[in-house]
């Protein structure tokens, strides 16, 4: 089956299984591998992308969902003048960052968020990572990191 879709601001054009995952997609065709598999059942939030601006898991997806959409990954977020984004940053600084695995998809899961609600409260930040488990941080740390995405963010504006 041919999809078209842009990935990461670049038109893409492809005949592909019916059965791919996206997430096999993204890692073994398109070698964008900074979108991970974890579980490869949904509950870990390794595999987050943003799919028409909306945080998804790529290894519950059929490549084909992505025919006319409008897909991001880690690879593709980047701020002013391909510098890190401000969620990046925030992650960065806020030491909520460990072994990196669970991060890609909490950046993307972040970005997600604060693109929909600019100021969250700790509980909507709470739920809007609910999906995505890290082994490592304790979350106290994370947090911390969004509520500073979105302090930087706002201040961009």
């Not at 398109?30 to 598999?37: A, D, F, P, S």
């Not at 509950?43 to 084909?64: H, P, Q, W």
């Not at 701020?79 to 909520?96: I, K, T, Y």
């Amino acid at each position: 089956m041919n999809i078209y879709f842009t990935c990461n601001g670049k038109q893409i054009s492809l005949d592909v299984d019916p059965g791919i995952r996206v997430l096999d997609l993204l890692r073994d065709v398109l070698n964008l591998y900074g979108t991970k598999e974890g579980c490869g059942r949904g509950e870990c939030g390794a595999c987050t992308i943003l799919m028409d601006g909306k945080a998804v898991n790529a290894c519950l997806m059929y490549a084909s969902k992505l025919d006319g959409r409008e897909v991001l990954t880690i690879e593709g977020i980047e701020g002013e003048d391909g510098a890190l984004h401000p969620v990046q940053e925030s992650f960065l600084e806020e030491g909520a960052i460990q072994c990196g695995f669970c991060t890609p998809g909490m950046v993307l899961s972040t970005k997600a968020l604060l693109d929909e609600l600019p100021e969250p409260d700790t509980k909507e930040i709470e739920e809007a990572l609910s999906g995505n488990m890290c082994r490592c941080t304790g979350y106290a740390k994370i947090i911390k990191a969004v509520e500073k995405s979105a302090e930087r963010l706002q201040e961009k504006s």
